[in-house]
């Protein structure tokens, strides 16, 4: 099955700095890649997608990237805010939508 | 429209005890998953369903049962509770090739 693998676990950036997330997939035939934020005692909530065959998309401060020959695709929000602290995942799904995630980034943005 | 609904949201079993958490959906989603969520590994799908009458084991399905009668829900069965499936646990919905929208999370504990 698919396995997602997820660098850094923890990351801690300065206010208006920039945070970079990375992931890696394995099955080659994952065509969709959600990036979800999880606050504490909550639940996880979709943040920004990409497809297969788009190589960027950006909304607002977060912009995502995907290399589908390497199997990567990474996260990168710019000028971070205190609220951005968080644990952000990466996932990836197939057709079936057997989504499959990375184990997390504890993001914390210092004021 | 509540969404992804879970009951209960805390419980606490005996080892050996079974149990069902309960979750239904509202949004006439094909695709349901559960998940669990412990420290530092991320959310690990258990099993997920394409659609009513079908299902499929994730990557961590032992000691647990799934049944999807109809679309809306999608119930998780511990047939007797270990104390390695402390964790807390969530259920999704998506439609095809979509993101997964999750319930509040159940968090349950076995002594």
């Known amino acids: 099955g698919e396995n997602v693998e997820q660098h850094p676990s923890t990351l801690s950036v300065q206010e208006g700095d920039s945070a970079v997330i990375k992931c890696t997939y394995s099955?080659?035939?994952?065509?969709?890649f959600p990036w979800y934020k999880q606050e504490l005692g909550k639940r996880p909530q979709l943040i920004i997608d990409i497809r297969s065959n788009v190589g960027e998309k950006k909304d607002q401060r977060i912009a995502v990237t995907l290399n589908k020959t390497a199997k990567h695709f990474s996260q990168h929000i710019t000028e971070t805010q205190p609220e951005d602290s968080a644990v952000y995942f990466c996932a990836a799904s197939t057709n079936n939508n057997d989504m499959r995630f990375g184990a997390g980034t504890r993001l914390t943005v210092k004021p | 429209n509540a969404g992804v609904t879970q009951t209960p949201k805390f419980q606490v079993l005996k080892t050996g005890q079974s149990m069902t958490l309960q979750c239904a959906q509202d949004m006439n989603h094909e695709y349901m998953s559960w998940y669990r969520q412990d420290p530092g590994m991320g959310l690990r799908l258990i099993h997920y369903s394409v659609g009513a009458g079908i299902t499929d084991q994730g990557e961590v399905p032992n000691g647990y049962n799934v049944s999807r009668s109809t679309t809306e829900d999608f119930p998780l069965r511990l047939l007797s509770a270990a104390p390695s499936q402390t964790s807390v646990y969530f259920c999704?919905?998506?439609?095809?090739?979509?993101?997964?929208?999750f319930g509040q999370g159940t968090r349950l504990t076995v002594v």
């Open positions: 099955d080659s035939a994952s065509n969709y």
């Open positions: 999704a919905s998506s439609y095809s090739g979509g993101p997964a929208f």
